[in-house]
């Protein structure tokens, strides 16, 4: 058990026993009562922080952050939960380390844990690669995104973000529009909504939506407006233009008059309906920049929610 008790009311506090496995690397390893655990206990470390009274829970850890690809806000939050848990960081700039001197990822990431490292949070381009790490070394492992792959820290704050906008995910009708097809942000959200008992809908160009037919409890709509009608919230995401192959991909114009989300699209949905990005947005693109900043949108909730929950993530992963 964690000691969060001196500065939680007993009856309130949310269980805090451990997560079983070592690692975070997907949603679909957490059941939903583990999931629940963490969204919880994000909200309470939140309260804490910002009363500048956050536990200690990773005092005798040192968490390094091994970002292969570019990242502001998940570095960022990353950083700020794990010292704001009493947490030592360091931050591996990869442009200069071994790894350009040819080094392997399992060796660079095993140095770091000789000097002492134990939470080891990884971002990196290549699909299964925290599950390789988490394979080679002792060191924990939490997976920031791998390739189209997974992202379940993101999965875990949008679900917190929406819970608290929808007061519960249970019945909910959530939209997810774009470049689903090599989006890690889509696919830990799917995990995570259908196990919340949210209900998805996908939209966006063919090439980009197809792959996911035969996703358990998911619905594909031909048209955006048809996958908009009466969505509880919609969630939109940026064109993975790293990852995007060429075939079947839209021009930038194309995508935005036919997939773009603007305030008119926004009035299909339920009235009130928010608007979620994972960030970054390519707005005129994928949103509105008028959307975007409006009062309607929860982007800048959901970079908010980032910090408390990794707190939660890496206090229910700690050794
Ligand atoms: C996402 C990512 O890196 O997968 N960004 C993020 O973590 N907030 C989404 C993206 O880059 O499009």
């Known amino acids: 058990m964690l000691d969060i008790a001196d500065s939680a009311p007993a009856a309130a506090a949310p269980s805090t026993d451990r997560w079983p496995d070592r690692h975070l690397l ?28 956050a536990p200690r829970l990773l005092a005798d850890e040192i968490v390094g952050l091994a970002f292969c ?3 502001t806000r998940t570095r960022v939050s990353f950083q700020l939960a794990a010292t704001s848990l009493g947490a030592e960081v360091v931050d591996l700039p990869i442009e200069a ?9 399992a060796d660079t990431l095993r140095t770091l844990e000789r000097t002492g490292v134990t939470i080891i949070v990884l971002r990196h381009p290549m699909s299964g690669a925290p599950y390789h790490a988490a394979r080679s070394i002792g060191a924990r492992i939490v997976n920031a995104g791998d390739g189209t792959h997974a992202h379940p820290t993101q999965a ?8 608290e906008a929808l007061g519960t995910l249970e019945g909910k009708v959530i939209t997810i529009v774009g470049d689903i097809a090599h989006s890690r942000v889509a696919r830990s959200n799917l995990h995570a909504l259908s196990m919340l008992g949210a209900s998805v809908r996908l939209a966006g160009p063919p ?9 358990p409890g998911v619905q594909i709509a031909d048209r955006l407006e048809d996958a908009m009608a009466g969505a509880d919230a919609v969630m939109t995401l940026r064109i993975q233009f790293e990852r995007a ?3 079947g991909v839209p021009t930038l114009r194309e995508y935005a008059s036919r997939w773009g989300i603007t305030e008119e699209r926004m009035r299909l949905a ?13 707005e005129g693109v994928e949103v509105t920049a008028a959307l975007a900043a409006g009062p309607r949108s929860l982007i800048g909730t959901q970079v908010s929610n980032g910090v408390p929950i990794r707190m939660a993530a890496l206090a229910l992963l700690a050794p």
């Open 207 to 215: 090439a980009w939506v197809g792959p996911f037919a035969s996703w």
């Open 270 to 282: 339920r009235p009130g309906a928010p608007l979620l990005h994972p960030g970054p947005t390519n």
């Open 97 to 105: 380390s071994s790894v350009t001197k040819g080094e392997s990822l």
């Open 245 to 247: 192959a060429a075939g």
């Open 69 to 71: 690809e570019p990242s």
């Open 156 to 163: 875990l704050l949008d679900a917190l973000t929406l819970r």
């Open 26 to 53: 997907d949603i679909d390893q957490l059941s939903r009562a583990q999931l629940e655990q963490c969204l919880d206990l994000a909200v309470e470390l939140r309260e804490q922080r910002s009363r500048r009274s």
